[in-house]
């Protein structure tokens, strides 16, 4: 009876170890995709587009009012899905110095390497675009805004619309937001920068502006869900020289941008192709101001 109880003792002792160590093999999986989803380089995270490079098609340029049940992907216009495809090629590359050993700080531990064509590290990285490191070589030689390890904010956003719409105009990040109201070609839709109903909603494609007390910051948005009666939209924008090749901030019903994960920061507004979709104004749902 004894060596009875302890068999049946050691047996169920096995079965639970075995158990605890497929849960923390599984559980340390589910890290690592969450991981390669959110930040770190792989695939990008899951993104709601609904038009696919070479479809046409374009938000309606009817006005639009957040509120409904559902919180609906806004859709990207043709030149916006081929902006959103370069831009994911180009965010999927980018990493952080293996110097930095994991931390993530300013200004040397941001996102500014990309793994070059013909490299091997990071080895679960796809290569930087060739033709977009050549688009940089073109524009700027020599500039060290375009180059691997100091890759820069507005390059990314260049680079990604380089080989779709090429912004022939350069400038400072927040400086882009002047450099291009007006320009042939172009259209801003306006978020902090102007009043509520003055704002308009931003589409996969756009480069988005950020503003702060320095030179701003700058990005390209990759996905746009509308906030509902119920619940936040989000939006997600690729970008370089960042804490993360990816990032998602709630999008509120006024369509400003939550953006207290980055303190100091606001979204000024958005830069679009006149090409690249209707402008569409915002409506508030009743009661709203």
């Given at each position: 009876?004894?060596?009875?109880?302890?068999?049946?003792?050691v047996l169920i002792g096995g079965v639970v170890a075995i158990t605890l160590l497929a849960f923390l093999a599984l559980s340390g999986l589910a890290a690592t995709f969450a991981w390669m989803e959110g930040s770190g380089y792989g695939s990008g995270p899951a993104l709601c587009q609904a038009v696919t490079p070479g479809v046409g098609t374009s938000v309606s340029s009817k006005t639009q009012t957040p509120g409904a049940n559902t919180s609906p992907c806004v859709p990207a216009s043709e030149v916006g899905?081929?902006?959103?495809?370069?831009?994911?090629a180009m965010a999927n590359a980018l990493y952080v110095s293996p110097a930095c050993g994991g931390r993530i700080s300013y200004p040397d531990c941001y996102y500014t390497w990309y793994k070059a064509p013909g490299t091997a590290y990071p080895p679960s990285a796809?290569?930087?675009?060739?033709?977009?490191?050549?688009?940089?070589?073109?524009?700027?030689p020599g500039c060290s805004a375009w180059a691997n390890g100091t890759y820069q904010c507005v390059s990314f956003v260049r680079g990604a619309y380089s080989q779709v719409y090429p912004m022939r105009l350069t400038a400072n990040a927040f400086d882009?937001?002047?450099r291009y109201a007006g320009?042939?070609?172009?259209?801003?839709?306006?978020?902090?920068?102007?009043?509520t109903g003055q704002r308009g909603i931003p589409m996969p494609g756009d480069v988005v502006?950020?503003?702060?007390?320095?030179?701003?910051?700058?990005?390209?948005?990759?996905?746009?869900?509308?906030?509902?009666?119920?619940?936040?939209?989000?939006?997600?924008?690729?970008?370089a020289n960042s804490v993360s090749p990816y990032t998602t901030m709630p999008l509120l019903s006024d369509l400003t941008v939550d953006?207290?994960?980055?303190?100091?920061?606001?979204?000024?507004?958005?830069?679009?192709?006149?090409?690249?979709?209707?402008?569409?104004?915002?409506?508030?749902?009743?009661?709203q101001t």
């Open positions: 009876m004894n060596n009875s109880s302890k068999t049946l003792t899905a081929q902006v959103v495809a370069w831009a994911k796809p290569a930087f675009p060739q033709a977009v490191i050549r688009y940089g070589a073109q524009v700027c882009l937001w002047a320009q042939p070609g172009w259209m801003e839709i306006p978020e902090a920068s102007a009043p502006i950020f503003k702060d007390t320095s030179i701003g910051h700058a990005g390209i948005v990759m996905s746009l869900e509308l906030p509902t009666s119920t619940m936040e939209g989000a939006i997600t924008f690729s970008n953006t207290s994960s980055w303190p100091g920061y606001t979204v000024w507004g958005y830069i679009r192709p006149r090409t690249g979709g209707a402008f569409t104004q915002l409506t508030l749902p009743s009661g």
